[in-house]
């Protein structure tokens, strides 16, 4: 139904199930929750959490890809950075000459990693499993303005549909006897001149789906509008839900009591000096 517009890919599975808002505050309760807690800890174990879900969504290579292929530059960068050349840098963990190894820089670069990889693992779940037209009609039926619901759909979309008709193009021009191969570099030259023709026609389909929408209705208003697309919400949404709060809600508590001196935590390496 939905290939090719976005990486969603019909699979069955107990995770596609859910409704997508549910899988929404999913991806800001666990990236969230990273952000608050203190240390790295919890957003490492939600790392682990998160690729469960995403084996249980039947996504695991290519989500495993993605966190990989994300995740070990950004790493390498951060911990170079910050390990190294830190203001916060005060305790010294190894030293390689030219500069020192430090913890709170290091346990800083890991907190920055750790979020961005939740957020970014919970959202890529979330758009694998969730036929986008889905998404668009629960936030509609939640009383969103339709606008709203069709500026998600199209952000979503744009990137896939660009994909998508510079692939059209680069098989024109192949067939048309043009080498879009070889090397990177070679690559990045064929693809320099499909720049143009992919940006303006991707201009002209916004501007035709828009005239498209205009002469259907899309702008009245005082009229309640309905959709092709029915999204239920199971009791397996209620209980995730209610989860998600519990979970979010402690995560608060606790960090605002660590932050405060009140508690310890256990995995705090650097003795509060955050």
């Known amino acids: 139904m939905a290939q090719g517009i976005n990486t969603f890919v019909e699979r069955g599975t107990v995770i596609e199930r859910l409704n997508p808002l549910t899988k929404v505050a999913a991806v800001f309760a666990f990236g969230l ?24 969504a039947k996504i695991g290579p290519s989500f495993t890809k993605i966190m990989v292929g994300f995740g070990i530059p950004i790493t ?23 500069a020192q190894l430090g913890l709170e820089g290091v346990m800083y670069a890991a907190k920055i990693i750790v979020v961005v990889m939740v957020f970014l693992g919970s959202f890529t779940i979330m758009n694998s499993t969730t036929y986008v ?36 193009i680069q098989e024109a021009q192949s067939a048309r006897g043009l080498d879009v191969g070889g090397s990177l570099i070679d690559r990045v030259k064929a693809s320099l001149p499909l720049l143009g023709p992919v940006v303006m026609s991707s201009l002209t389909d916004a501007q035709e789906r828009g005239m ?49 001196g009140v508690v310890t935590l256990p995995g705090d390496l650097t003795g509060g000096s955050r």
């Open 33 to 56: 929750a990273a952000l608050i807690w203190p240390d790295p800890w919890l957003g490492l174990a939600l790392i682990v959490v998160v690729f469960v879900i995403a084996f249980v």
């Open 76 to 98: 390498v960068m951060l911990m170079f950075i910050q390990g190294l050349y830190s203001p916060r840098n005060r305790t010294v963990i190894a030293d390689f000459g030219f």
């Open 133 to 168: 037209g889905k998404l668009v009609a629960a936030l509609t039926g939640t009383g969103v303005n339709a606008k709203v619901g069709y500026l998600v759909l199209a952000s979503l979309n744009v990137v896939p549909q660009m994909q998508r008709r510079m692939a059209v």
């Open 212 to 260: 498209t929408l205009e002469t259907r209705g899309f702008g009245i208003k005082g009229v309640r509008q309905t959709s092709y697309v029915q999204v239920e919400r199971t009791r397996a949404d209620r209980v995730v839900r209610i989860a998600l709060a519990v979970f979010f809600i402690a995560v608060v508590v606790v960090s605002a009591l660590a932050y405060a």
